[in-house]
């Protein structure tokens, strides 16, 4: 088991009006109103400034120099294998390293690049299909995470077949108790702890095996690259598998619930609506990624309010996306929406790296998924959403379908 002195609850507290069901599946009510009466506030529970608007958003995110993205030290609890590998990745740390981490990757993750995958993703999303059950089943379970699991898997030449291991372990990493006691935010936190060690094992033995190899796979690419420490090539294998499956299997999700949710699912697999605009509008309207987290460098003043150097900030990025000062009638679905400057992915030198690969999943997984049925529908039962202080979605996705 992981270091039982780690602070409990640091990564999983959230804000109150997100702690039970309602409040996770819909957080716009309570994003519209803080928007309104609190845009720049403090939470003493949490202790974080929350920014709501799409101006304050896009200046923390956007602005390293004054806003880092760099793990405080308080935060960078060790592990039985050493430093904490996830506090120094390429989402982790600021320019120059950030550079460094990201530069020697980011040719295998431009577009040109990864339109080459989209034979195998095809080959993939009609496989994954094939073995779905019957008339109805779980969309989540059974497609949206399968898929960009075994994706990021092949890419990065690990078995596959462990693709429950990675999501038990991947979904531990983001989670949040849903009463969030002291001893239930302890406990996230020695459960968060222990599947970084599981995954921080299972790739040290992996990137062992492959230094000195010439494969062309991200891991053997981490293992021989000479400027990475080994802690370093840790936190890359892993912040890729997590990133590599938990917002894509969001997207997915989030995709086809707004689609049916709208009526919008025959529309869309007839070509009436077309699905790159639509899929921008999920990103939009229910960004897998709601908030993200910097630590002010020095005292700065924003939305009037003053912020102390080491103060840490939640940059909500979910309510950003519904900001009315920036998008029209930004509670309305609007597949056709133009133009549609989401930050879904981020903003400024950390912009997501993955999001071409994310975009050709959405892309070839939801034109095979209405490719092959004539009619889709949500089951009548009740949806539960992800546990998570920063991803949203759904746990489950009941589907029926011709």
Request: proline share 7%.
């Amino acid at each position: 088991m992981a270091d039982e002195s780690a602070t409990p609850g640091v990564f999983a507290r959230q804000p109150a009006a997100l702690q039970d069901r309602d409040g996770r599946l819909d957080p716009f009510d309570w994003y519209r109103e803080r928007r309104t009466t609190e845009p720049v506030a403090y939470d003493d529970d949490r202790l974080t400034w929350d920014v709501f608007r799409y101006e304050d958003v896009t200046a923390v995110l956007g602005d390293h120099e004054r806003f880092s993205s760099a793990t405080p030290p308080e935060e960078q609890a060790s592990t039985p294998m050493g430093p904490n590998p996830l506090s120094q990745t390429m989402i982790t740390v600021d320019p120059p390293e950030h550079e460094r981490l990201r530069g020697f990757v980011d040719e295998r993750f431009r577009p040109g690049t990864i339109r080459e995958l989209r034979p195998s993703v095809e080959a993939l999303a009609d496989a994954l299909l094939d073995d779905l059950p019957g008339d109805r089943f779980d969309f989540v379970d059974g497609y949206a995470f399968p898929l960009p699991v075994t994706v990021i898997a092949e890419l990065l030449d690990v078995p596959a077949e462990r693709r429950d291991e990675f999501k038990a372990w991947s979904d531990a990493l983001v989670a949040a108790p849903e009463v969030q006691t002291e001893d239930a935010l302890r406990e996230n936190e020695l459960e968060r702890m222990q599947s970084m060690v599981d995954m921080g094992l299972f790739f040290r033995d992996v990137l062992e095996a492959r230094r000195g190899g010439d494969g062309d796979d991200l891991v053997t690419l981490a293992a021989n690259a000479e400027d990475l420490s080994p802690t370093e090539q840790l936190g890359f294998t892993i912040i890729l598998l997590i990133a590599g499956n938990i917002t894509t299997t969001n997207l997915l999700t989030n995709a086809v619930w707004t689609f049916a949710e709208q009526g919008l699912l025959d529309d869309v697999a007839a070509g009436d609506v077309a699905l790159d605009g639509a899929v921008e509008e999920v990103l939009r309207y229910r960004s897998p990624v709601q908030a993200m987290s910097r630590v002010a460098t020095e005292d700065v003043e924003l939305g009037g309010r003053a912020i102390a150097a080491g103060e840490r900030v939640t940059a909500w990025i979910g309510s950003a996306n519904r900001d009315e000062a920036m998008f029209d009638e930004p509670d309305a679905f609007r597949p056709d929406r133009r133009p549609n400057r989401h930050i879904a992915f981020g903003t400024g030198v950390h912009y997501c790296l993955g999001a071409p690969l994310a975009r050709l999943e959405a892309d070839v997984a939801l034109t095979a998924f209405l490719d092959r049925y004539d009619g889709v529908t949500l089951a009548d039962e009740p949806l539960e959403p992800v546990a998570s202080p920063i991803v949203y979605g759904l746990a489950s996705l009941p589907l029926r379908v011709e």
